[in-house]
């Protein structure tokens, strides 16, 4: 492989500008080198407006071409793990946007695939939760399990936020939608980071859209950590709920509480609030680096991993697991799983 890291982009995705575009730019040695799209002329568009070089006429074009070493997978969930694994067959790095898979037991394939990459050609895969990435997250997992909250009790984590246009391919169950897919892998993962394991879930409650009632727009659900900590877990694309993107940590010492652990660098707040000697409460505000934003740290944690040996955070293992327990979430509330009918299908 080449000293500097080539990307090649599948799909010209609206996130991608800000999850890789404008990232690689700040980094030396990562360039986005070629992108696809199912429409040539719409990756013709975007590769003039953002500087990419090479337009490839379609996926397996690019996965083909031996200038790039790594691909960004932003499209929608329900290929993701389609598009990994070939790419994984092509000899290529991934960084996939979450949520990983349409559900877990795709998850597990593509780790598997994953696991036997490396083995073989050193190939990295990477879920694409960038707020991991930034230092707001590791303070946030440093202050729990560093016993500054005492014994910890229990966890909570939301992702709300309105997606009124009902034709949007996140509400299109073929394609892995649903607030619990898109949102919920976001608030499940922070609460797995806090509550420092991984959880049993008690029950859900959900509301879903009229012209399909397999869709979810909202999910709530309770949880269970290892130790007796207990959780719940919000998600929403269209409810009263607007906006809200939170976390909070409860312990016998003090509580935790962050508001906007997703976009950290647009602006968060991080509270620490404990008991104070003789009655009320101290409370204390953290102030954390916006910058390096969530995207950079996310693309220099994947360069790091494919020309250093660095960590992996956000490993297709990790995945896994938080795919499962989406996959607890539907099936407490009722709902079909994504991708179920697929899976069906292939097991028969």
């Known amino acids: 492989m080449s000293r500097d890291l080539r990307i090649g982009l599948l799909g010209a995705a609206a996130i991608a500008p800000s999850a890789l575009i404008k990232p690689a730019r700040l980094m030396p040695r990562v360039t986005v080198t070629a992108v696809a799209a199912r ?27 031996p200038q790039v070493d790594a691909v960004y997978v932003p ?5 993701h793990a389609e598009w990994t694994l070939k790419a ?3 000899g290529k790095h991934v960084l996939c946007e979450k949520p990983f898979a349409a559900n877990r037991a795709e998850a597990e394939r593509v780790a598997d695939a994953a696991d036997a990459a490396f083995e073989r050609s050193g190939l990295v895969v990477m879920e694409a939760f960038h707020y991991r990435h930034h230092s707001l997250a590791e303070r946030m997992r440093a202050i729990v399990a560093g016993g500054e909250l005492g ?6 984590a939301e992702v709300c936020f309105p997606l009124p246009r009902l034709s949007d391919i996140r509400y299109d169950y073929a394609l892995a939608g649903g607030a619990t897919m898109d949102a919920g892998c976001y608030a499940v993962h922070v609460a ?38 207990t959780g719940r ?69 994947f360069a790091a991993a494919v020309l250093d040996g660095g960590p ?8 896994v697991t938080n795919m499962g327990v989406l996959d607890s979430i539907y099936r407490a509330s009722g709902l079909p799983l994504r991708g179920e009918s697929k899976d069906q299908a292939a097991a028969g």
């Open 39 to 65: 429409d040539r002329q719409r990756a013709e568009t975007f590769a003039r407006k953002h500087g990419v070089p090479v337009v490839h006429a379609d996926y397996a074009a690019l996965l083909a071409d």
């Open 75 to 79: 499209l929608p969930n329900g290929l």
């Open 88 to 90: 994984l067959e092509a």
């Open 151 to 156: 014994k910890l009790r229990h966890v909570e």
């Open 192 to 229: 797995r980071l806090l509550g420092n394991g991984d959880p049993a879930v008690i029950s859900a409650r959900m509301l879903t859209l009229r012209k399909d009632p397999r869709i979810d727009r909202a999910m709530s659900a309770e949880l269970e950590f290892p130790d007796g900590v």
């Open 233 to 301: 877990v919000r998600a929403s694309m269209w409810s009263r709920r607007v906006l809200s993107i939170r976390a909070r940590a409860v312990g016998s010492g003090g509580e935790l509480s962050v508001t906007n652990f997703l976009m950290p660098q647009l602006y968060h707040r991080l509270t620490i609030r404990a008991p104070r000697d003789g009655g009320g409460r101290t409370v204390r505000h953290e102030r954390v680096p916006r910058n390096p934003s969530s995207y950079a740290c996310q693309l220099e944690a």
């Open 312 to 319: 992996v955070l956000t490993s297709a293992r990790d995945a």
